[in-house]
Protein backbone atom coordinates (compact mmCIF):
# COMPACT_ATOMS: atom_id res chain seq x y z
CA UNK A 1 0.00 0.00 0.00
CA UNK A 2 1.57 3.15 -1.50
CA UNK A 3 1.64 6.31 1.68
CA UNK A 4 -1.03 8.76 1.68
CA UNK A 5 -0.05 11.89 -0.03
CA UNK A 6 0.45 14.13 3.09
CA UNK A 7 1.32 17.63 0.25
CA UNK A 8 0.65 18.23 -3.18
CA UNK A 9 2.38 21.28 -5.14
CA UNK A 10 -0.52 22.91 -5.08
CA UNK A 11 -1.59 22.60 -1.42
CA UNK A 12 1.93 23.10 -0.49
CA UNK A 13 2.71 26.22 -2.60
CA UNK A 14 -0.68 28.14 -1.20
CA UNK A 15 0.14 27.41 2.50
CA UNK A 16 4.14 28.85 1.70
CA UNK A 17 3.30 31.68 -0.69
CA UNK A 18 5.96 30.37 -2.63
CA UNK A 19 5.96 29.44 -6.56
CA UNK A 20 6.77 25.89 -7.90
CA UNK A 21 7.39 24.66 -11.46
CA UNK A 22 5.81 21.46 -12.03
CA UNK A 23 3.42 19.06 -10.22
CA UNK A 24 4.19 16.86 -7.27
CA UNK A 25 3.08 15.50 -4.31
CA UNK A 26 5.12 14.49 -1.38
CA UNK A 27 4.51 11.61 1.01
CA UNK A 28 6.97 12.47 3.63
CA UNK A 29 9.26 15.96 5.05
CA UNK A 30 12.94 16.09 6.09
CA UNK A 31 15.67 18.78 6.13
CA UNK A 32 18.10 15.89 6.20
CA UNK A 33 19.48 14.70 2.58
CA UNK A 34 21.00 11.45 4.53
CA UNK A 35 17.71 10.27 6.00
CA UNK A 36 15.54 11.41 2.68
CA UNK A 37 13.19 8.31 1.92
CA UNK A 38 11.53 8.80 -1.76
CA UNK A 39 8.56 10.60 -1.77
CA UNK A 40 9.91 13.29 0.74
CA UNK A 41 9.67 16.69 0.47
CA UNK A 42 13.74 18.11 1.02
CA UNK A 43 13.50 21.93 3.07
CA UNK A 44 16.65 23.41 2.12
CA UNK A 45 17.22 24.87 5.44
CA UNK A 46 20.34 27.34 6.38
CA UNK A 47 22.58 27.53 9.34
CA UNK A 48 25.58 28.99 10.62
CA UNK A 49 27.46 25.79 9.38
CA UNK A 50 26.32 24.58 6.72
CA UNK A 51 23.54 25.05 3.60
CA UNK A 52 20.42 22.82 2.35
CA UNK A 53 21.13 24.21 -0.65
CA UNK A 54 24.25 22.45 -1.28
CA UNK A 55 21.85 19.00 -0.85
CA UNK A 56 19.39 19.81 -3.14
CA UNK A 57 20.78 17.93 -6.31
CA UNK A 58 21.55 15.18 -4.24
CA UNK A 59 18.08 14.65 -2.45
CA UNK A 60 16.48 14.87 -5.89
CA UNK A 61 18.42 12.39 -6.95
CA UNK A 62 18.07 9.91 -3.71
CA UNK A 63 14.20 10.53 -4.79
CA UNK A 64 13.12 13.52 -3.16
CA UNK A 65 9.60 14.44 -4.76
CA UNK A 66 10.46 17.91 -4.55
CA UNK A 67 12.86 20.62 -2.58
CA UNK A 68 11.99 23.63 -0.97
CA UNK A 69 14.16 26.26 -1.44
CA UNK A 70 15.10 30.36 -1.39
CA UNK A 71 16.89 29.45 -4.80
CA UNK A 72 17.48 27.44 -7.52
CA UNK A 73 21.09 26.23 -6.82
CA UNK A 74 23.18 26.23 -9.73
CA UNK A 75 23.51 21.69 -10.19
CA UNK A 76 19.41 21.62 -10.20
CA UNK A 77 17.76 21.86 -13.69
CA UNK A 78 15.05 23.80 -14.88
CA UNK A 79 12.91 20.77 -14.91
CA UNK A 80 13.85 19.42 -11.35
CA UNK A 81 10.95 19.89 -8.87
CA UNK A 82 11.42 22.86 -6.39
CA UNK A 83 9.18 25.26 -4.28
CA UNK A 84 10.86 28.17 -4.23
CA UNK A 85 10.08 30.70 -1.17
CA UNK A 86 11.64 33.87 -0.14
CA UNK A 87 12.95 32.15 3.02
CA UNK A 88 12.83 28.46 3.87
CA UNK A 89 12.34 28.55 7.92
CA UNK A 90 9.54 30.97 7.35
CA UNK A 91 7.93 28.71 4.76
CA UNK A 92 8.48 25.68 6.51
CA UNK A 93 6.77 27.44 9.36
CA UNK A 94 3.87 28.31 7.45
CA UNK A 95 3.59 25.02 6.21
CA UNK A 96 3.45 23.77 9.84
CA UNK A 97 1.12 26.38 10.45
CA UNK A 98 -1.44 25.22 7.60
CA UNK A 99 -0.98 21.62 9.01
CA UNK A 100 -2.52 22.62 12.47
CA UNK A 101 -5.36 24.36 10.85
CA UNK A 102 -6.14 21.35 8.78
CA UNK A 103 -5.74 18.73 11.63
CA UNK A 104 -8.24 17.11 13.49
CA UNK A 105 -6.20 15.57 15.54
CA UNK A 106 -5.77 16.04 19.66
CA UNK A 107 -2.50 17.86 19.91
CA UNK A 108 -0.16 17.14 23.50
CA UNK A 109 2.57 19.07 23.81
CA UNK A 110 5.28 17.86 26.17
CA UNK A 111 8.16 20.21 27.66
CA UNK A 112 9.93 20.29 31.10
CA UNK A 113 13.72 20.19 32.38
CA UNK A 114 13.72 16.23 31.74
CA UNK A 115 12.29 12.93 30.05
CA UNK A 116 10.65 15.28 27.04
CA UNK A 117 11.58 12.73 24.77
CA UNK A 118 11.03 9.42 27.08
CA UNK A 119 7.11 10.46 27.74
CA UNK A 120 6.72 11.74 23.93
CA UNK A 121 7.15 8.08 22.65
CA UNK A 122 6.22 6.30 25.23
CA UNK A 123 2.77 8.41 25.00
CA UNK A 124 3.19 7.77 21.33
CA UNK A 125 3.26 4.15 22.63
CA UNK A 126 -0.16 4.34 24.66
CA UNK A 127 -1.96 6.22 22.65
CA UNK A 128 -1.26 4.30 18.83
CA UNK A 129 -3.38 1.40 20.42
CA UNK A 130 -6.04 3.63 20.69
CA UNK A 131 -6.20 6.21 17.22
CA UNK A 132 -3.93 7.18 14.53
CA UNK A 133 -1.08 8.60 16.36
CA UNK A 134 1.88 10.81 15.05
CA UNK A 135 4.90 11.94 17.09
CA UNK A 136 8.12 14.37 16.69
CA UNK A 137 10.84 12.48 15.32
CA UNK A 138 13.61 11.84 17.78
CA UNK A 139 14.08 15.02 19.79
CA UNK A 140 13.25 17.53 17.24
CA UNK A 141 12.35 20.11 19.66
CA UNK A 142 14.09 23.16 18.71
CA UNK A 143 13.01 25.89 16.20
CA UNK A 144 13.72 23.99 13.22
CA UNK A 145 12.17 20.71 14.86
CA UNK A 146 8.78 21.57 15.66
CA UNK A 147 7.80 23.04 12.40
CA UNK A 148 9.34 20.53 10.65
CA UNK A 149 7.58 17.88 12.71
CA UNK A 150 4.17 19.81 12.90
CA UNK A 151 4.58 20.33 8.53
CA UNK A 152 4.59 16.38 8.80
CA UNK A 153 1.33 16.01 10.81
CA UNK A 154 -0.77 13.28 8.87
CA UNK A 155 -4.04 14.49 7.83
CA UNK A 156 -5.23 10.95 9.36
CA UNK A 157 -4.08 11.26 12.57
CA UNK A 158 -6.39 11.61 15.83
CA UNK A 159 -3.51 12.51 18.19
CA UNK A 160 -0.49 14.56 17.82
CA UNK A 161 2.22 14.58 20.06
CA UNK A 162 5.30 17.31 19.91
CA UNK A 163 8.17 17.84 22.19
CA UNK A 164 9.44 21.33 22.66
CA UNK A 165 12.48 22.36 24.43
CA UNK A 166 14.74 25.54 24.95
CA UNK A 167 17.43 26.53 26.27
CA UNK A 168 17.22 30.47 26.69
CA UNK A 169 13.95 32.15 27.77
CA UNK A 170 11.56 33.19 25.38
CA UNK A 171 12.37 30.04 22.96
CA UNK A 172 8.95 28.00 24.03
CA UNK A 173 6.59 30.69 23.87
CA UNK A 174 6.63 30.98 19.12
CA UNK A 175 6.86 27.42 19.51
CA UNK A 176 3.86 26.90 21.83
CA UNK A 177 1.78 29.37 19.66
CA UNK A 178 2.94 27.44 16.43
CA UNK A 179 1.23 23.70 17.74
CA UNK A 180 -1.43 25.26 19.69
CA UNK A 181 -1.92 22.29 22.49
CA UNK A 182 -5.06 20.67 23.31
CA UNK A 183 -2.93 19.23 26.25
CA UNK A 184 0.44 20.47 27.48
CA UNK A 185 2.74 18.39 29.53
CA UNK A 186 5.49 19.98 31.97
CA UNK A 187 7.73 16.88 33.39
CA UNK A 188 9.27 18.74 36.16
CA UNK A 189 11.75 21.50 36.42
CA UNK A 190 15.27 21.07 37.44
CA UNK A 191 18.69 22.57 36.94
CA UNK A 192 19.03 22.40 33.46
CA UNK A 193 20.63 25.07 31.13
CA UNK A 194 21.32 26.98 34.08
CA UNK A 195 24.00 28.99 32.65
CA UNK A 196 21.20 30.68 30.81
CA UNK A 197 18.60 31.71 33.72
CA UNK A 198 19.56 33.33 36.79
CA UNK A 199 16.93 30.95 38.71
CA UNK A 200 15.05 27.54 38.52
CA UNK A 201 12.13 29.66 38.98
CA UNK A 202 13.16 31.23 35.99
CA UNK A 203 13.75 28.51 34.60
CA UNK A 204 10.03 27.34 36.06
CA UNK A 205 8.49 30.72 33.89
CA UNK A 206 10.16 29.82 30.57
CA UNK A 207 8.43 26.59 30.96
CA UNK A 208 5.57 27.98 31.55
CA UNK A 209 5.64 29.65 28.34
CA UNK A 210 3.97 26.84 26.81
CA UNK A 211 0.79 27.84 27.86
CA UNK A 212 0.76 30.60 25.56
CA UNK A 213 0.02 28.69 22.71
CA UNK A 214 -3.43 27.15 24.46
CA UNK A 215 -6.85 27.74 24.39
CA UNK A 216 -8.84 28.01 27.46
CA UNK A 217 -10.37 24.43 26.83
CA UNK A 218 -7.02 23.03 27.42
CA UNK A 219 -5.46 21.15 30.23
CA UNK A 220 -2.44 21.43 31.80
CA UNK A 221 -0.34 17.97 32.75
CA UNK A 222 1.93 19.00 36.41
CA UNK A 223 4.32 17.54 38.63
CA UNK A 224 2.69 17.51 41.63
CA UNK A 225 5.24 16.37 43.59
CA UNK A 226 7.69 19.26 41.89
CA UNK A 227 8.42 22.59 44.02
CA UNK A 228 7.51 24.83 41.04
CA UNK A 229 4.10 23.23 40.75
CA UNK A 230 1.98 25.78 42.53
CA UNK A 231 4.04 28.76 40.38
CA UNK A 232 3.29 26.43 36.90
CA UNK A 233 -0.57 26.27 38.44
CA UNK A 234 -0.66 29.99 38.61
CA UNK A 235 0.65 30.59 35.31
CA UNK A 236 -1.59 28.33 33.60
CA UNK A 237 -4.70 30.13 34.90
CA UNK A 238 -3.39 33.31 34.05
CA UNK A 239 -3.73 32.21 30.63
CA UNK A 240 -7.55 31.62 31.10
CA UNK A 241 -6.33 27.45 31.68
CA UNK A 242 -9.27 26.00 33.82
CA UNK A 243 -8.75 22.15 33.74
CA UNK A 244 -5.51 21.25 35.12
CA UNK A 245 -4.27 17.56 35.81
CA UNK A 246 -1.56 16.60 38.46
CA UNK A 247 0.60 13.42 38.61
CA UNK A 248 2.85 12.23 41.58
CA UNK A 249 2.10 10.50 45.06
CA UNK A 250 0.15 13.79 46.51
CA UNK A 251 -3.58 13.30 48.24
CA UNK A 252 -4.64 15.58 45.52
CA UNK A 253 -2.68 14.41 42.19
CA UNK A 254 -5.62 13.13 39.89
CA UNK A 255 -3.13 10.60 38.92
CA UNK A 256 -1.49 9.11 42.06
CA UNK A 257 1.03 6.68 42.62
CA UNK A 258 0.00 3.87 45.59
CA UNK A 259 2.91 1.80 44.68
CA UNK A 260 5.44 0.95 42.70
CA UNK A 261 7.70 -2.15 42.92
CA UNK A 262 11.62 -1.09 41.16
CA UNK A 263 13.53 -3.98 39.77
CA UNK A 264 16.54 -3.54 37.37
CA UNK A 265 14.55 -4.34 34.46
CA UNK A 266 11.50 -2.31 34.74
CA UNK A 267 8.76 -1.70 37.46
CA UNK A 268 5.38 -2.49 38.81
CA UNK A 269 3.31 0.51 39.38
CA UNK A 270 -0.39 1.00 40.94
CA UNK A 271 -1.98 4.46 40.72
CA UNK A 272 -5.42 5.73 41.55
CA UNK A 273 -7.31 7.49 39.37
CA UNK A 274 -10.19 9.51 40.15
CA UNK A 275 -10.82 6.49 42.61
CA UNK A 276 -10.29 3.50 40.09
CA UNK A 277 -6.88 1.47 40.62
CA UNK A 278 -4.95 0.85 37.93
CA UNK A 279 -1.99 -2.02 37.82
CA UNK A 280 1.04 -1.89 34.82
CA UNK A 281 4.29 -2.58 34.57
CA UNK A 282 6.77 -0.21 32.99
CA UNK A 283 9.17 -1.95 30.42
CA UNK A 284 12.14 0.29 31.44
CA UNK A 285 13.63 0.41 34.90
CA UNK A 286 14.37 3.25 37.26
CA UNK A 287 12.07 5.57 39.43
CA UNK A 288 12.53 8.03 36.72
CA UNK A 289 10.62 5.91 34.17
CA UNK A 290 7.83 5.65 37.29
CA UNK A 291 7.14 9.57 37.43
CA UNK A 292 7.21 9.77 33.90
CA UNK A 293 4.47 6.70 33.49
CA UNK A 294 2.50 9.32 35.36
CA UNK A 295 2.75 12.04 33.32
CA UNK A 296 1.93 9.40 30.42
CA UNK A 297 -1.60 8.41 31.71
CA UNK A 298 -2.68 12.25 33.07
CA UNK A 299 -1.81 13.18 29.58
CA UNK A 300 -3.80 10.30 28.20
CA UNK A 301 -6.99 11.11 31.00
CA UNK A 302 -6.23 14.93 29.55
CA UNK A 303 -6.53 13.97 25.84
CA UNK A 304 -9.79 11.65 26.54
CA UNK A 305 -8.16 8.78 25.63
CA UNK A 306 -8.51 5.30 27.52
CA UNK A 307 -6.25 5.07 30.47
CA UNK A 308 -6.82 1.97 31.47
CA UNK A 309 -5.64 0.96 27.98
CA UNK A 310 -3.10 2.79 27.62
CA UNK A 311 -1.62 1.53 30.79
CA UNK A 312 -1.28 -1.77 29.49
CA UNK A 313 1.08 -0.64 26.72
CA UNK A 314 3.38 0.52 28.67
CA UNK A 315 4.99 -2.39 29.68
CA UNK A 316 6.70 -2.26 26.22
CA UNK A 317 8.05 1.04 26.72
CA UNK A 318 11.84 0.46 25.26
CA UNK A 319 14.52 3.76 25.68
CA UNK A 320 16.54 4.77 23.13
CA UNK A 321 20.33 4.02 22.05
CA UNK A 322 22.07 6.66 24.03
CA UNK A 323 19.09 7.47 26.14
CA UNK A 324 19.36 4.12 28.09
CA UNK A 325 19.49 1.45 25.80
CA UNK A 326 20.76 -1.91 26.73
CA UNK A 327 23.68 -4.06 25.14
CA UNK A 328 24.80 -7.68 26.84
CA UNK A 329 28.46 -7.77 24.94
CA UNK A 330 30.07 -11.06 24.80
CA UNK A 331 33.82 -11.31 26.25
CA UNK A 332 35.77 -14.17 26.76
CA UNK A 333 34.39 -15.98 29.68
CA UNK A 334 30.71 -14.47 29.63
CA UNK A 335 29.49 -10.73 28.57
CA UNK A 336 29.66 -7.36 29.86
CA UNK A 337 26.52 -5.16 30.30
CA UNK A 338 26.42 -1.86 28.53
CA UNK A 339 23.99 0.65 29.55
CA UNK A 340 23.90 3.54 26.77
CA UNK A 341 23.25 6.63 28.38
CA UNK A 342 25.57 8.64 25.97
CA UNK A 343 23.22 11.21 24.29
CA UNK A 344 22.62 14.24 26.89
CA UNK A 345 22.96 14.61 30.53
CA UNK A 346 22.07 17.11 33.19
CA UNK A 347 22.26 16.76 37.34
CA UNK A 348 18.66 15.20 37.03
CA UNK A 349 19.37 12.92 34.58
CA UNK A 350 22.69 11.94 35.92
CA UNK A 351 21.44 10.91 39.35
CA UNK A 352 18.67 8.95 37.51
CA UNK A 353 21.42 6.84 35.33
CA UNK A 354 23.12 6.33 38.47
CA UNK A 355 20.34 4.98 40.05
CA UNK A 356 19.84 2.49 37.31
CA UNK A 357 23.17 1.73 37.69
CA UNK A 358 22.96 1.19 41.50
CA UNK A 359 20.22 -1.27 40.81
CA UNK A 360 21.94 -4.09 38.20
CA UNK A 361 23.38 -6.36 40.06
CA UNK A 362 26.89 -7.30 38.40
CA UNK A 363 28.32 -10.87 38.67
CA UNK A 364 30.24 -12.67 41.60
CA UNK A 365 33.63 -10.72 42.36
CA UNK A 366 32.50 -8.04 39.79
CA UNK A 367 31.95 -4.12 39.38
CA UNK A 368 29.57 -1.60 38.57
CA UNK A 369 31.65 0.69 36.13
CA UNK A 370 30.31 4.53 35.40
CA UNK A 371 31.98 6.56 32.36
CA UNK A 372 30.88 10.01 32.60
CA UNK A 373 31.73 12.98 30.63
CA UNK A 374 30.78 16.74 31.51
CA UNK A 375 27.23 17.86 32.10
CA UNK A 376 27.39 21.14 29.89
CA UNK A 377 25.38 24.58 29.97
CA UNK A 378 25.17 24.88 33.90
CA UNK A 379 26.98 27.99 34.30
CA UNK A 380 29.15 28.72 37.73
CA UNK A 381 27.46 26.31 39.25
CA UNK A 382 28.63 23.80 37.20
CA UNK A 383 31.86 22.31 39.52
CA UNK A 384 29.62 21.80 42.72
CA UNK A 385 27.06 20.38 40.31
CA UNK A 386 29.74 17.42 39.10
CA UNK A 387 31.33 17.22 42.42
CA UNK A 388 27.43 16.67 44.40
CA UNK A 389 27.02 13.51 42.36
CA UNK A 390 29.70 11.54 44.28
CA UNK A 391 27.19 10.99 46.71
CA UNK A 392 24.48 9.40 44.51
CA UNK A 393 27.38 7.35 43.36
CA UNK A 394 28.38 5.95 47.12
CA UNK A 395 25.06 5.04 47.16
CA UNK A 396 24.70 3.50 44.39
CA UNK A 397 27.77 0.89 45.47
CA UNK A 398 29.50 2.31 42.11
CA UNK A 399 33.00 0.47 42.14
CA UNK A 400 34.72 2.64 39.34
CA UNK A 401 34.17 5.58 37.81
CA UNK A 402 36.35 7.03 34.39
CA UNK A 403 35.80 10.73 34.22
CA UNK A 404 35.94 12.82 30.85
CA UNK A 405 36.50 17.14 30.81
CA UNK A 406 37.57 19.35 33.18
CA UNK A 407 34.19 19.71 35.29
CA UNK A 408 34.33 16.16 35.89
CA UNK A 409 37.86 16.48 37.38
CA UNK A 410 35.76 17.91 40.17
CA UNK A 411 34.08 15.02 40.54
CA UNK A 412 36.70 12.91 40.42
CA UNK A 413 38.14 14.45 43.68
CA UNK A 414 35.19 14.49 45.55
CA UNK A 415 34.98 10.72 45.08
CA UNK A 416 36.67 8.32 47.29
CA UNK A 417 39.96 7.09 46.29
CA UNK A 418 38.96 3.60 45.90
CA UNK A 419 36.27 5.07 42.98
CA UNK A 420 39.10 7.01 41.08
CA UNK A 421 39.76 5.22 37.64
CA UNK A 422 40.92 7.14 34.81
CA UNK A 423 40.52 10.61 33.81
CA UNK A 424 40.91 12.43 30.31
CA UNK A 425 39.68 15.55 29.07
CA UNK A 426 38.56 14.78 25.66
CA UNK A 427 36.65 11.09 25.81
CA UNK A 428 38.99 9.71 22.65
CA UNK A 429 41.58 9.86 25.25
CA UNK A 430 39.56 7.34 27.55
CA UNK A 431 38.34 4.89 25.59
CA UNK A 432 41.01 2.24 25.28
CA UNK A 433 41.26 2.62 28.91
CA UNK A 434 37.97 2.11 29.54
CA UNK A 435 37.31 -0.91 26.96
CA UNK A 436 41.10 -2.76 29.08
CA UNK A 437 39.39 -2.40 31.95
CA UNK A 438 36.31 -3.73 31.48
CA UNK A 439 35.72 -7.60 32.04
CA UNK A 440 33.10 -10.07 31.90
CA UNK A 441 30.16 -9.82 34.07
CA UNK A 442 30.67 -5.89 35.13
CA UNK A 443 28.15 -3.58 34.43
CA UNK A 444 28.87 -0.25 32.99
CA UNK A 445 26.91 3.28 32.36
CA UNK A 446 28.23 5.65 29.92
CA UNK A 447 26.51 9.07 30.20
CA UNK A 448 27.89 12.90 29.51
CA UNK A 449 26.43 15.26 27.73
CA UNK A 450 26.22 15.20 23.32
CA UNK A 451 29.20 17.59 23.32
CA UNK A 452 31.50 15.68 25.65
CA UNK A 453 31.10 12.61 22.65
CA UNK A 454 30.59 10.02 24.68
CA UNK A 455 28.93 8.32 22.23
CA UNK A 456 32.53 6.63 21.33
CA UNK A 457 32.78 4.61 24.46
CA UNK A 458 29.89 2.61 23.72
CA UNK A 459 30.78 2.19 20.28
CA UNK A 460 33.77 0.56 21.54
CA UNK A 461 32.77 -1.56 24.16
CA UNK A 462 29.91 -3.43 22.03
CA UNK A 463 33.07 -3.48 19.27
CA UNK A 464 35.24 -5.08 21.73
CA UNK A 465 33.89 -8.52 20.62
CA UNK A 466 30.37 -8.55 19.50
CA UNK A 467 26.84 -7.44 20.71
CA UNK A 468 24.59 -9.34 21.76
CA UNK A 469 20.49 -8.81 22.46
CA UNK A 470 19.97 -5.48 22.89
CA UNK A 471 17.56 -4.40 25.82
CA UNK A 472 16.33 -0.98 26.40
CA UNK A 473 16.75 -0.10 29.91
CA UNK A 474 17.37 3.44 30.75
CA UNK A 475 15.93 7.12 30.82
CA UNK A 476 14.12 9.12 28.60
Known amino acids: MSAPVMWTAADAARATDGKTTAEWACTGITADSRRLRPGDLFVALKGPRFDGHDFVAKALRRGAAAALVARRPDDVGEDAAVLVVDDTLAALTRLAQAA ?25 LALSGQAPTFASP ?13 AALPREADYGIFEIGMNHPGEISPL ?16 VHSEFFSSLVAIADAKAEIFEGMSKTGAAVLNNNNPFHRQLSIAARAQGIRKIVCFGD ?8 TDAKIGAEGSAVVV ?9 EIGAPGRHWVTLSLAVLAAVLAAGGDVARAA ?27 IDESYNANPASMRAAIEVLGANTPGPGRRRIAVLGDMLELGPAAPKLHAELAKALTEARVDLVFTVGPNMAHLRAALPAAM ?14 VVAAVGADDVVMVKGSLATRMAPVVSALRARVGALSPRAAGSG
Open 250 to 257: HPHAMVRL
Open 176 to 191: ARLVRPDVAVITTIDA
Open 420 to 433: RAGHAEKSDDIVAT
Open 100 to 124: RERSRARIIAVTGSVGKTGTKEALK
Open 138 to 150: ASFNNHWGVPLSL
Open 272 to 280: DIEGEAISY
Open 312 to 338: RRLKDVRPLPGRGARWRVALDGGAVTV
